[in-house]
Each structure stands twice: as C-alpha cells, then as structure tokens.
C-alpha cells in the first residue's frame, strides 16, 4: 500500500483488476483470483448470477463481497439505455453498490466500443449517482470528454476483446495517459504477462483483463504470472527506464582504470 492505485477516493493494493467469466466453475474462478492478488474483481450482470437467480450458485459464495471489490458491468449491452438498466439492477442486487464499469459495444463480430452510446450512457449514470468507470476507444479526444462528464477512470482497449493481441497502438495510450487526471486502466486485449508489464511501464495505473487468465491453460498459474507482471511493470515505470540511444553504445562496466591498462 506504500503506492496504493486510487479509485473515487477509496485505495487499492493492487494494480491487476479480474474478470470472473469464462472459468469452468466457481471453485477455478475463486483459485484463479486468489492467485491474482486482485482486490476488485468484475463480473457481467447479464451472465453471472449475484442473485437474480436465487436457486442456481452465486457468484457472492465463491468471492464474498466482504473481502472483494464488485465491479458490475455491461458486458453485452449494444445501447445507452440497457446498459443503463443493467448497471441499476446490479445496484439494487449489491445493496446500493455505486462503483460499476461501464461498457457499450457497437457490433457482436468486434466488439468495439460504440462511443456515442457510451458517452450517452456515462452521462445519464454519473448523475444518477454512479461511480463510473468507462471501457473505451483509445481516442484521446473522447477520453476526454468522458472526464469531463465525471467518469472516474479511463480504460481504453490495447487491442479487441478476448484478441490477446496485446498493446496496439501504445502511442495513444500515452496521450490519454499524459492528459488525465484520473486513473488511466488498459481494458481488453491483454494475452500474456509481457503485455500487462508493457501496460504499467507506459504509465497506466492499472490493467483489466479476463480471457487472458481464465482461457489459459493453466489459469491460476497465469494469475500468479499476471500478478508479477503488474507490480515489476509499475517498479519499472517508478524507477525510470534509461534512455534510448540510436546508434550509441555504452558499455556496461568502465574501461577505465582495467588490469593491465
């Protein structure tokens, strides 16, 4: 906690949030996110019973509320108001809960985000009295924008979701990293550790990631890599990489003052 990630105002140790779909039970889910060390863990209302269904397994068993952040979100809503609708449900089902994601995806095929739709969505939630955080293009501009409507964290895709295509086009990370004043997430396309490592190096507070974990072969051994991956990314990011020199090399050890010489 001597460098917690900060999200609408409350502290977290860890920089690797989870997703909780996609395992083949509640028991590897429940490993998968213990190994992790992730303190917020997401889960799609539309998918996953929290208690809508009150005779088939909950969610809440295999990670209680009580030791794990909830992070409702709008996985396969395709317009403002159902995204909207799901995100009230989930309040109602977690007691009042206000921090949620937010996603709103524009086609089944790629799932991108539908940015009109998004910004409509954010805008309605934030008044509402939601603590929104916002899956999104990696469009400096409209990252922006949903700052400025009060979302409390960015997180742009590095790639599409569920690619594990890794970080595509870090230089618009880095635009939305070096202009926001709230916490700047990679959402989507994380595949391997390096990729996680690569997210914290380029300054992003944090990394959301799901597929990645839980359709690896071994999903908690992948949780314990990720997890790694995230804390000497952020070292490396807090410790200031040297810089690169094109054409120029400099040698490890002084040449001066060798035996011999």
């Known amino acids: 906690?001597?460098?917690?990630?900060?999200?609408?105002?409350?502290?977290?140790?860890?920089?690797?949030?989870?997703?909780?779909?996609?395992?083949?039970?509640?028991?590897?889910?429940?490993?998968?996110?213990?190994?992790?060390?992730?303190?917020?863990?997401?889960?799609?209302?539309?998918?996953?019973?929290?208690?809508?269904?009150?005779?088939?397994?909950?969610?809440?068993?295999?990670?209680?509320?009580?030791?794990?952040?909830?992070?409702?979100?709008?996985?396969?809503?395709?317009?403002?108001?159902e995204a909207v609708r799901t995100l009230r449900l989930a309040r109602e089902l977690l007691d009042g809960h206000s921090l949620v994601k937010l996603e709103v995806l524009g086609d089944p095929q790629t799932l991108f985000p539908n940015m009109p739709e998004t910004l409509k969505a954010a805008d309605t939630l934030v008044k509402d009295g939601f603590q929104v955080m916002v899956y999104c293009s990696d469009d400096p501009i409209q990252a922006?924008?949903?700052?400025?409507?009060?979302?409390?964290?960015?997180?742009?895709?590095?790639?599409?979701?569920?690619?594990?295509?890794?970080?595509?086009?870090?230089?618009?990370?880095?635009?939305?990293?070096?202009?926001?004043?709230?916490?700047?997430?990679?959402?989507?396309?994380?595949g391997t550790a390096s990729d996680a490592a690569i997210a914290l190096e380029l300054g992003c507070d944090g990394v959301l990631m799901n597929t990645a974990i839980a359709q690896a072969q071994n999903?908690?051994?992948?949780?314990?890599?990720?997890?790694?991956?995230?804390?000497?990314?952020?070292?490396?990011?807090?410790?200031g990489r040297m810089p690169r020199k094109t054409y120029s090399a400099s040698p490890s050890s002084p040449t001066g003052g060798l035996i011999g010489r």
């Open 219 to 239: 999903p908690v051994l992948m949780a314990q890599a990720m997890r790694k991956a995230v804390e000497a990314g952020r070292e490396a990011f807090l410790a």
């Open 1 to 81: 906690m001597n460098d917690p990630l900060l999200i609408a105002g409350k502290a977290y140790g860890s920089r690797l949030l989870v997703g909780t779909g996609k395992y083949k039970d509640f028991v590897e889910t429940r490993a998968a996110v213990e190994a992790s060390g992730a303190e917020i863990v997401t889960v799609a209302i539309r998918r996953t019973n929290i208690g809508q269904s009150p005779n088939e397994p909950s969610l809440l068993d295999a990670l209680p509320p009580s030791r794990f952040t909830y992070l409702p979100n709008t996985a396969g809503c395709y317009s403002a108001e």
């Open 144 to 190: 922006r924008m949903l700052e400025e409507i009060g979302c409390v964290a960015i997180m742009p895709l590095a790639s599409l979701i569920g690619s594990g295509m890794g970080i595509l086009n870090p230089w618009n990370l880095r635009l939305i990293i070096d202009q926001a004043k709230v916490p700047v997430l990679v959402d989507a396309g994380v």
